[in-house]
């Protein structure tokens, strides 16, 4: 079980230091509504990146059954990350230049019309259909499937990445239900940072997940 949660461990850091979903719950807690739509995105989120980890888990698992990595997992992960790589060139290129102020997305200017069900399927859009976030999930989850973990090491640390990997919404929200007078405050600081930083996050993580699955790869295909 050590292998598989030591393998998926970075791409699920990845996924819980993701800005958009911790801007996008902190907002919708900000609503009138946000009692209901803060649970119901995180539920989202949480049910719609299970979902994903768990499909690729046994997909893969499936494919490579023996107790030696694949050929193909090598294959994928050097896959995945050039594919991280070109990502955050893109996120590089996309930053905002100095002394612009990006605005928001359109959707995020309507949160406080949003139903629970819409902030539902919000947050299972920003896991499956948010390429990062996408990328990052199924990284993690072959790296699970092609571990030498048991079956019962594989499902722990798949429980293991959804949890860290929803850390972005859960925690947001234990902080709006328990942490009082203060939890206002103290999720507008969030907020300010992570869209003050946005770019700057996704850019060293995606390049440092990108540098480690391309050396990984390398190493596992030519060793």
């Known amino acids: 079980m050590g292998d598989a949660v030591g393998q998926m461990l970075a791409s699920a850091v990845g996924i819980?230091?993701?800005?958009?979903?911790?801007?996008a719950v902190i907002l919708m807690l900000a609503t009138p509504k946000g009692r209901?739509?803060?649970?119901?995105?995180?539920?989202?989120?949480?049910?719609?990146?299970?979902?994903?980890?768990?499909?690729?888990?046994?997909?893969?698992?499936?494919?490579?059954?023996?107790?030696?990595?694949?050929?193909?997992?090598?294959?994928?992960?050097?896959a995945l990350g050039v594919l991280f790589l070109l990502l955050g060139l893109r996120q590089w290129r996309a930053r905002p230049r100095e002394g612009h102020v990006q605005g928001p997305p359109k959707w995020m200017q309507a949160l406080d019309r949003f139903t629970p069900g819409k902030a539902a399927g919000l947050a299972a859009?920003?896991?499956?259909a948010?390429?990062?976030?996408?990328?990052?999930?199924?990284?993690?989850?072959v790296s699970i499937a092609t571990?030498?973990?048991?079956?019962?090491?594989?499902?722990?640390?798949?429980?293991?990445?959804v949890l860290i990997g929803s850390l972005c919404t859960l925690v947001p929200l234990a902080v709006y239900l328990f942490g009082g007078d203060r939890s206002a405050r103290v999720l507008g600081e969030w907020k300010a940072w992570m869209a003050t930083h946005n770019a700057a996050i996704m850019i060293v993580v995606l390049v440092v997940l990108g540098a480690k699955y391309v050396g990984d790869a390398v190493a596992g295909l030519t060793g």
């Open 147 to 161: 571990s030498t973990a048991t079956g019962a090491g594989k499902a722990v640390a798949a429980v293991l990445m």
């Open 36 to 78: 209901a739509n803060g649970p119901a995105f995180t539920a989202g989120w949480v049910v719609a990146l299970a979902a994903v980890v768990t499909v690729v888990v046994l997909v893969g698992s499936g494919i490579g059954a023996d107790t030696a990595k694949p050929a193909w997992a090598w294959w994928l992960k050097l």
């Open 130 to 141: 948010n390429p990062k976030n996408l990328v990052l999930a199924v990284g993690g989850a």
């Open 16 to 23: 819980a230091i993701s800005p958009m979903p911790l801007i």
């Open 125 to 128: 859009a920003l896991v499956a």
